[in-house]
């Protein structure tokens, strides 16, 4: 591998988005499509942009350093290798099956969800489990990164995905609309990504470097397994306590209208023990599930998970090494997913991605699909969230398609080909923080992926215009 690949690439992409603010004007939607002058970024504004990365997205490098806090802890658990070796001895003969087992569960995480980074805490997990299994880690990269990007292409519930895209088009849509196309989109996404997945598992099976699997998967200790210090349950309850508490954290129970868990929290929040509301100081500022986020309660039940299992089974400075070991190794894929966030920065207060939006969509005389997927998927590179592609780009075809029947298709359309995106996108910070954990190249990624890419495109391109035809 080179070295600094990702860096590169992200800092050769950051010197991308700065030539296109010096070459483009500046084009912004209200009312009309409005054209201004250039706003180049000079030298000077990259000691201002760095703060106002870890002020607005903060939160994702914290969350990447709780999540390698808490599997800092349980590499020092030998209970945890014993679980992930008696794991493996249990799948032998059917690693296909569970490589898939395990694909589609995160493709199903995530599109209930919609938050492709907090699915990212199961990562290390199977990670290990992958490579434990004799395979290689670009399989273990399609098993977690393109079963994430599937998930957000197809995405069936999640607030970031469907809310932002269809509240910003039209009030009168919801997290329903168009719900069989993306169920559909979900499912021929999950089909594809197996196919290209097996296949190329199979040509690598058995052929894992020793030096690939020391590195990444917690060291092999001989203990006593008689001892109270290695029994797996313990942690096989965190684990799960904490997989659901996630899920039914990020399911949007309200938008479905099941309002039991505003109820519940509001009740333990009054509760009072002699006048005192000692529940509510205790849990401080939490949301129901439902509301929960990256920059608030995920953090938390990571690390309240990392001090359970620290009191269970370690010493206390055995569980401070394990914290320290855990964000040392996230440290880099923390730092390099904050970087590529200079992208969107610059694009924000540099927009020239409208004009190129406008230039492209006046190729043809009515709304056209094509061009449609194009633009989604330029401004998702630069955009990198899709609540900023909708906040960003989506005002202009508001503005510009006022027939209101064609909403929910470009609703659609910038949702699926946003997720699509960021299976290649140098922007995707599920994708290079992954990719960086595992120390896999940006080239040997996309030498993996584009057939599967073009595969997902061509038959995404298919369903749009059979929605634009009905």
Known sequence: MKKHNLLKVVLFTILVVCLC?????????????????????GIFDFTSYPMIIFSYFGYVAFYILCVGALYGVLSKIPAYRL????LVNGFKGHETLVLSVITVLIAIITSVTGLSVGVMFLFPFVISLVLLMGYNKNVAALVTVGASVIGTMGI??????VQFFYTTLSSELDIWTEIIAKVVMLIIGIILLLFNLIKYASKTKNKTEKEVIDELVPEKVTVDTSSKKVRIWPIVLVLDVLLILIIMGLIPWEAMSINVFNDALSAIQDYTLFDFPILDKLLGNVYAFGSWSLYNELPAVM??????LGVIYLKFDQFLDGICSGIKKAFKPAIIMSLAYLVLIITTNHSFQLVFVDKVMQLTDSFNVVTASFVAMFTSIFNMESTYVAQRILPYFVGTYTTVELYPLIG???QAIYGLT????PTSVVLIGTLSYLDVSYSSWLKNVWKLFL????????IFLIIFAI
């Open 21 to 41: 603010a010096w070459i483009f004007p500046t084009g912004m939607y209200s009312e009309s499509f409005i054209i201004s002058d250039k706003t180049q970024i």
């Open 83 to 86: 679980l992930l070796e008696k």
């Open 156 to 161: 069936t519930l999640g607030f970031d995905g």
């Open 303 to 308: 690390l309240i998970s990392s001090i359970i």
């Open 412 to 414: 659609i359309i910038f």
């Open 422 to 425: 960021m299976l290649i996108a």
């Open 455 to 462: 595969e997902i495109l061509a038959v995404l391109l298919i």
